[in-house]
């Protein structure tokens, strides 16, 4: 199974593919995409749509995981997370591959053992998981990784739950 796991944002924006096979989980690709603060909401929605759709079409996922909003003090930050994740809901709905969303805490503690795990240990853990020669970065991509990994490594049926 290859799984894309996205770390929605607008400014930044995360992305990991992971390929199962045999019980082991292999990296297929990670990095980000960054939108301008100086460009209109609209353009940095198109960039995220375009990209998802792109990297849908090079690399064929069989699902695609979404990384819950942390709804934290800041509304305008959670509105802006939200248009990104709807771009990308959106992109995924047009390439026909299925979403699942999966909350932050539950992906710490499938990829760290523990819920309220720092960026750093999910960065240590993902690089450790996937054999990768370094370690992530920037985090968004790390924790786009986790996110696909914490779907991958989910037994079916809590798949179709998430």
């Known amino acids: 199974m290859k799984v894309l796991g996205i770390d929605p944002g607008t400014a930044a924006c995360g992305y990991g593919i992971v390929q199962g096979s045999g019980g082991r989980l292999t990296a297929v690709a990670h990095g980000w995409w960054r939108t301008p603060a100086s460009a209109p909401p609209q353009r940095r929605l198109k960039t995220i749509f375009d ?29 802006s997370v939200g248009q990104a994740r709807g771009a ?46 370094e370690l992530p970065r920037p985090d968004h991509a790390a924790d786009a990784l986790a996110v696909a990994i914490c779907f991958a490594l989910a037994p079916p049926l809590e798949r179709l739950v998430s």
């Open 51 to 79: 990209s998802v759709v792109e990297l849908i079409g090079e690399h064929a996922p069989d699902a695609a995981v979404l990384e819950e909003s942390y709804v934290g003090a800041d509304a305008r930050t959670a509105l």
């Open 88 to 133: 990308i809901l959106v992109a995924c709905a047009v390439a026909g591959v299925e979403c699942a969303e999966v909350p932050p805490a539950r992906v710490k503690q499938a990829v760290c053992g523990y819920g309220r795990a720092e960026k750093t240990q999910v960065q240590r853990m993902v690089k450790t998981i996937l054999a990768l020669p």
